[in-house]
C-alpha cells in the first residue's frame, strides 16, 4: 500500500538524483559555476520580497537544492517526511 507520502519520498528523491546527475553533467562539461549560477539564480528563495514576487515557484524549487554530497541530509529529510507524514494520515 502505497500512501501520499511515499509518493512524495520518490518525487523528492528523484528530483534530487536528476539535479544531481545534471550537476555531474556541467561540472564534467567544466561549467560547474554556470550551473550554480541558473540553478541558483532561478530555483532557490531569494531573499528580496519583489523578486520573490516574479519567482513564486521558488518557494516548492528552493527545497530541492541540496548540494550532490548532502546525502544524508536528504536521507534525513525523507525519514522526517515518513515518519511526520504518518502523524499527520492518522
Known sequence: RHGA???????CT???LALGLVSL???A????L???GFFYEY??????LARLA???WTLATHFFL???QDLFHVIFNMLWLYFFGRVLRE
Open 34 to 36: 554556470a550551473y550554480l
Open 43 to 48: 530555483l532557490a528563495m531569494p531573499t528580496s
Open 66 to 68: 541540496h548540494s550532490p
Open 25 to 27: 553533467l556541467f561540472w
Open 54 to 56: 516574479i519567482r513564486p
Open 14 to 16: 528523484g528530483i534530487y
Open 5 to 11: 507520502v511515499a509518493q512524495i519520498s520518490v518525487i
Open 29 to 32: 562539461s567544466g561549467a560547474r
